[in-house]
């Protein structure tokens, strides 16, 4: 199988785009989607501080990567989790990509190490709240991402989110009819207000696959291994459910994410965007500052009920 762009064979077939691109032009290809993604989505100058976050995977390694070839100014923020060999083995692939590619390039990482800020570990501490351990993760990670990204005077945090990602969490949103996680599902989220970081997914126009097949060209060493806490996530469901539609009609995640953002727009154009509304309900949280629907944000609800004493 040829190369549809030059004469060299082809390393990855692309159905969804009815082509195939050797490994130079897939190289250049991923590249230029997500500089698209950035243009298109307004997410970030090259003059703006960016903040990656991390966790060893293939998404926001390669992520990291191609916004330092392209120029950017990226640094990056990891969370050790504390889950054992998992949480071992992909702090150990950011460390090594940040001495072979980021540090050459002049980036920074910053490591938040989990057990020892909150006092236990990620299934511990999800055991004492007694809440599920994909959604005391998600707490912890969204808190300490934003918090790093304000303190640091980021202008922009990046995540590594990409297009099976978006479809997959646009299905379950469907599914349930979570209007409000609906009206705020972007590539970009702005700042809604002080406190705020501005978030942006630079990934979302690519598939896992072809980030995989970038990563293994370019040499980018990640973690293979998912995270044994996900095990039984609804995400992985709707991940597998979109990627059988796909088998039978190319293009299917690409169409649906697309014809949602297409919808997304001409509403927001109509009715105001949701940041608008948040401005006006989102006050600081009464022990760390950051913004709030409530009282307390729901980070520092956690923190304080794992360090409740025992009834």
């Known amino acids: 199988m040829k190369c549809r762009k030059c004469p060299a064979r082809a390393v990855l077939r692309m159905p969804r785009h009815n082509t195939a691109f050797c490994s130079v032009c897939l190289t250049e290809f991923v590249r230029s989607q997500v500089q698209k993604a950035i243009k298109s989505q307004n997410m970030f100058s090259p003059n703006d501080r960016i903040l990656v976050a991390v966790s060893g995977g293939k998404d926001s390694l390669t992520l990291w990567e191609i916004l330092l070839k392209l120029g950017y100014r990226a640094d990056a923020l990891y969370v050790d989790q504390g889950i054992g060999t998992y949480s071992q083995g992909s702090r150990e692939k950011v460390e090594q990509f940040t001495e072979q590619i980021a540090k050459p390039c002049g980036a920074t990482l910053t490591i938040h190490n989990v057990e020892e800020e909150e006092g236990a570990s990620i299934p511990d501490l999800a055991n004492l709240v007694r809440r599920p351990t994909c959604s005391t993760c998600g707490t912890i990670k969204r808190y300490q991402f934003n918090q790093a990204a304000i303190q640091g005077g980021y202008d922009v945090m990046a995540t590594g989110h990409n297009l099976d990602d978006e479809a997959a969490r646009l299905l379950g949103n ?80 690409h169409t649906f994410y697309w014809q949602f953002l297409a919808k997304q727009e001409k509403a927001q154009a109509t009715h105001g965007s949701m940041t608008e509304t948040d401005q006006t309900t989102l006050k600081p949280c009464t022990i760390c500052s950051q913004p709030t629907s409530t009282g307390m944000c729901s980070y520092c609800k956690m923190v304080a009920r794992a360090n409740a004493p025992a009834q």
């Not at 979109?242 to 293009?251: D, I, Q, T, V």
């Open 174 to 253: 469907v599914l349930h009819w979570q209007e409000e996680y609906l009206q705020k599902q972007s590539p970009t989220l702005p700042a809604s207000m002080e406190g705020f970081a501005k978030k942006v997914k630079p990934l979302y126009r690519l598939t896992e696959r072809e980030i995989a097949a970038y990563a293994v060209i370019n040499r980018i060493d990640y973690m293979v291994e998912e995270c044994p806490m996900s095990k039984g996530a609804k995400m992985l469901v709707y991940k597998d459910v979109l990627n059988r539609l796909e088998a039978e009609s190319p293009g299917t995640k």
